[in-house]
């Protein structure tokens, strides 16, 4: 067993998470962790490595277990290098060395030490030769070069990258560590089609256990061969791939809710016999005996619905014939120049999904168009009567509570419509009386689309909004989208997502400098 959770329990504040739940992880499992937004996956992982002490329970991992953690809020800090953080796969490596060199200021006063340091020494040396240890730079090239990360430049500060860059290179750290164990949580969030392809393939030929918390239904079910799910402060093991797990649990609670219906029958039946003869002599040892069957019983309970979300996008007034149109738009920031000249026109009503692989300018062109950064040249031109819903790829966690965030938004809203129209987008209670920032990516991604959904629009830009969405809410917000009458401009990088929504794809490769 590589990995044994026994009795673990974990909740913040009034909020449990996990209720005495275990967890086992054997020599090739290949495992989705599933569940709804806000259900604890990450927090999960977080116990499991040790960033976070649960309330109660075991964790215990197999001895001289290396366990490689690519963690979506990882945070990549200004002045570091793409160079720097590859290289920091080899921490361990460089900690060796580190030793070796102390040894070796000792050997001159060592006397009978002499010996056992001389070992220690061979020891260590031998561990950095058999890890490549003087070939780490061709290394940490080879990788880059496979992740087309190297024409980005080594020596370029990672807080410069966009988000699916920044994915690119974590992962290409994970794989230079060469872990035994690999834990990803949401590791297709902005990477481009190609990146995830290349994963899938990864991950299908992984000889070793990895843990996988992922949305994406179609990359889960071709890289995993079990799931388990967490709901309602507990977690249960499918054997099976996501349709697999879906179909049991399907089964699985149509059978608890006949049982359930039959046991209330029962106890409905009982009680009634209980209250017409406990009071007379001749049938009262049966009414005891009734009582006592009642109080014994175990009784079934159904887990509570979790509330989905709502979401309704209100219309504004029709924008003018067109939306924005582009005159030879050179995307770019500083003296970056990303792509050649663009000539793109949305008109009112159409539906466009902007794709392209990482680091191309995605991203870039919305803010372009909405006058957000400066283009190196050329110019987006608006259109006439637009009132604009922008959805940013990634905002800071906010200081305030959901329901102050929201009333900052709508100041004239009651409490009671801020609480309404926070649990439409599928949070609760709990959750709304919560910092922003303690909540998941998936709670905080509910909150921006309640701001949204509650502002007159009629052109909304979206720039990767189903990343961290669980599927009840990606569902949702696609079926809202189409209903939408207004112009939809949105980067995605889920075909299955824009496919049936859109009327055209925009691939900024064919414009793009980098490609």
Not at 249 to 272: P, T, V
Request: with cysteine; aromatic share 8%.
């Amino acid at each position: 067993m590589i990995l044994n959770v026994s009795n673990l329990s974990h909740g913040f504040g009034d909020r449990a998470i996990f209720k005495d739940v275990s967890f086992r992880l054997l020599k090739g499992e290949h495992i989705g962790f599933v569940g709804a937004n806000g259900e604890g996956k990450s927090t999960f992982m977080n116990i499991v490595t040790g960033k976070l002490m649960p309330d109660e329970g075991n964790v215990e991992w197999a001895k001289n277990v290396r366990v490689g953690y690519l963690d979506q809020h990882t945070v990549l800090k200004e002045g570091m290098t793409i160079g720097d953080v590859l290289r920091s796969a080899f921490e361990y490596l460089y900690d060796i060395e580190a030793r070796i060199n102390e040894i070796c200021d000792k050997l001159g006063d060592a006397g009978d030490d002499m010996d056992a340091l001389m070992e220690e020494l061979g020891t260590l040396q031998d561990l950095l030769n058999s890890n490549d240890f003087y070939i780490i730079d061709s290394k940490v090239e080879e990788v880059a070069r496979a992740f087309e990360i190297l024409p980005l430049g080594l020596d370029t500060d990672v807080t410069s990258l966009s988000g699916g860059q920044r994915t690119k290179i974590l992962l290409a750290k994970l794989l230079l560590e060469k872990p035994d164990i690999l834990l990803l949580d949401e590791p297709t969030n902005y990477l481009d089609a190609n990146h995830i392809e290349w994963l899938k393939r990864y991950l299908q030929e992984y000889e070793n256990a990895f843990i996988l918390i992922s949305h994406d239904i179609p990359f889960l079910n071709s890289v995993v061969n079990l799931i388990y799910h967490v709901e309602n402060q507990e977690l249960n093991r499918y054997v099976g791939d996501y349709d697999k797990f879906l179909e049991v649990h399907e089964m699985k609670r149509q059978q608890l809710e006949a049982a359930y219906k039959k046991q209330q029958k029962e106890i409905e039946d009982l009680k009634d016999f209980v209250a017409r003869n406990k009071a007379r002599v001749a049938t009262r040892n049966m009414a005891m005996s009734r009582q006592k069957k009642l109080d014994k019983m175990d009784v079934i309970e159904l887990a509570k619905d979790k509330p989905k979300p709502e979401f309704n996008f209100i219309n504004a007034r029709a924008t003018g014939k067109v939306v924005f149109e582009t005159t030879d738009l050179v995307l770019g920031y500083g003296d970056k120049v990303l792509s050649k000249p663009i000539n793109l026109r949305m008109e009112r009503g159409e539906k466009i999904a902007i794709v392209g692989t990482n680091g191309i300018g995605k991203t870039t062109f919305l803010k372009s168009v909405l006058g957000l950064i400066p283009a190196i040249s050329g110019k987006a031109q608006l259109g006439d009567y637009l009132s604009i819903g922008y959805f940013e790829q990634e905002l800071e966690g906010s200081n305030n509570t959901c329901i102050e965030e929201i009333w900052q938004e709508f100041p004239s809203y009651s409490q009671y419509e801020v609480r309404s129209a926070l649990a439409k987008c599928g949070l609760t209670t709990k959750h709304i009386e919560s910092l922003v920032k303690v909540l998941s990516g998936g709670e905080q991604a509910k909150v921006r689309l309640c701001k949204l959904i509650n502002r007159e629009t009629n052109i909304l830009l979206l720039d990767e909004p189903t990343n961290h969405l669980d599927v009840d809410a990606k569902e949702e917000l696609k079926r809202a989208l189409k209903e939408y009458k207004g112009a939809v401009l949105i980067v995605c990088h889920e075909p299955e997502f824009y496919e049936g929504l859109v009327d055209k794809v925009w691939n900024l490769e064919e414009f793009s400098k980098l490609v």
